[in-house]
């Protein structure tokens, strides 16, 4: 049924609620009131009856007539924008553009009918002005000039159309898409670390002639146990998981005295004890010992020359650099859940906070060094991608959001909705909907801050990488809010100013000549890709998600040139697993299916026996009877015969591995992110394995379109094809 108030519909229209929804099935759904009130609640807004939802939505109404400029404007270069300015019936005003590199531009005033009103007693006009389509891109000032002084807020101009990097050129691109914490050396603690990413992507480079190694994200969880173990929760999406460093890569590692080098050694020689036979990823036992080695390395202390580098990283990090460092202090003395602190505590600003950050300065320091530390080898790990020959190296993956408990949380406050997860409509291969544990950000928040948390964020992923994958990348247009105590399937989406998210999204990436990929699966608005496209960010195809009209497999000839094209991803097993319905088990396992078994392993067959027919009728399969191995290989030639101008091959389809990381809907009922990459039979794979194993030089031939297979190298430095 509609909603029950003329008010309340019109507040959840101006604060971006969508009131229905298409479901997975194509059924038209409607929201409920509930629903509604417990979103706008999240965003300070009370329409728990009709005479609140009245005045609530006068107040909206009101809300730019009491401010002389925007917040926040964002425009296309080459697209004139409109701006409206509000002030005193019959003052004056000038508006001009400060430009982020010097210099002043006029803005000229136009047309404006708008009648003045009454605000706070004050009869107040709007006037309009229209923003030259020629301003140069970046991040300007508007400044607006009264009687009574200035005022400025931010204007954005970002690149209308982003498209492929230069160090890409005319040349399609493939890569490896893996999950670093599975990818381990010999030599690192059973966790993969930046350096066996530097030597993955090395390998990728010189032996496969990969242009780039797609990562899970690397964003910072919580300094104590239990980790997170999803690196799409993290506590900050801005810091990188000190899990990553390498502590034997620091520079101050090599200056240790005999005694600090033999405790570090000990530190590493008994967790790997702890750690053999140990079938799954731990990080708990990983970190317990890696953190003590690295307080070993820090408290040697800096040379001068490092000292000087790292107060620079500190100064151009400021304050949110030293909030976070300041949290992670913070959870090692009250707990990860900084809403359990004491009240005194729950706020960075707070003068309690500040007498904690005297008294354990050293503490917070470390935990500064720590991301410098980490910085630097991420930074290493790209320079060693590029060196090799890659033309993009690093992607970096972007996570939606960061739960209620963060270190973003804590630090932003009131920019997250209170009470609200983040997750999906119930889907075909999730039927009772996703609840991802997530707070999301308020979009008029992030208009009152210029979208400054966001632009951090994404400058700071992209400093030292090659491109960004964004994750669930319509979380910028909208996200699936679930108020807390009702199910996944009862919520609603909240939309977010795309043009400027997006817009964001795309100047950062073209300042770091970065490719972007959006992952935009799942239930998607036909326009939000059509958009994509026009500003020139790709898009995600997955073999098995990519349909005719008659749901057959589509031709190749009929994916899309702008995306990043797979077959898979790491929300299902790997190509191997898939082949044998193994994510339909474990879902009917977990209690997760609405159909029975043999129903959806029924249709599982006839997906697969559609596959392999289109394979076999285009020519890419012709073994027979084909195995396992002949279908993965099958179906990345499929990939090869796109026209899309980026390629991805997941590492587990490379050794033959079959376990997935992640069954979406699960929590402690599967040992999701904890799989080490494995081979066919089961047994963990090192780093220096995977440089010998033969099934990736023959998918690596694919992927180059070579018409003869590559061999494994004689030596590791020494390439025969």
Known sequence: MALSNPFLAELATAFGIATEFWDWKGRLTEVTDDTVIAILAAMDVDASDPERASASLEALRLRPWTRLLPPCVVMEQGTPKSVQVHLPDGAWVRLAVRLEEG???????????????WVDGVLT??????????????YHRLQATTEAGQAESTLVVSPAFLGFPAAMGEKRAWGYAAQLYSVTSEDSWGFGDLLDLADLSTWSATQQFASYVLVNPLHAAQPIPPIEASPYLPTSRRYVNPLYIRPEQIPEYAELDERSRNRVAQLKARLKKELAGEPLISRDQVWAAKIDALRVIYDHGLRPARRMAFNDFLRREGRSLTQFATWSALVTRFGGDWRDWPAELRRPSSPTVALFAEQHVDQIIFYAWLQWIADNQLRAAQ???KDAGMRIGIM?????????????AWTYGNLFADRIGVGAPPDHFNQTGQDWGQAPWRPDRLDDLSYAPFRSMVAGLLRHSGGIRVDHIMGLFRLWWIPEGMAASEGAYVRYNHEAMVGILALEAQRAGALVVGEDLGVVEPWVRDYLRQRGILGTSIAWFERGPDGTPLAPEDWREYCLASVTTHDLPPTAGYLAGEHVKLQHELGLLTESLDAELAHAERERTAFIDALRHRGFLTAEPATTEDIVEALHRYLVATPSRVLCAALTDAVGDRRTQNQPGTDKEYPNWRIPLSGPDGKPLSLEKLYRDDRAFRLASIMNGFSTPMVVPRADTELVV
């Open 103 to 117: 210099g002043f531009r006029d803005v000229p005033q136009v047309g404006d009918d708008e009648p003045p009103r």
């Open 125 to 138: 006009g709007q006037a309009s002005f229209e923003l030259p389509a020629d301003l140069p891109v970046g």
């Open 383 to 385: 320079s060693a991608a």
């Open 396 to 408: 970096n993956d972007l996570a939606v959001g960061v739960g209620g408990s963060s270190a973003e």
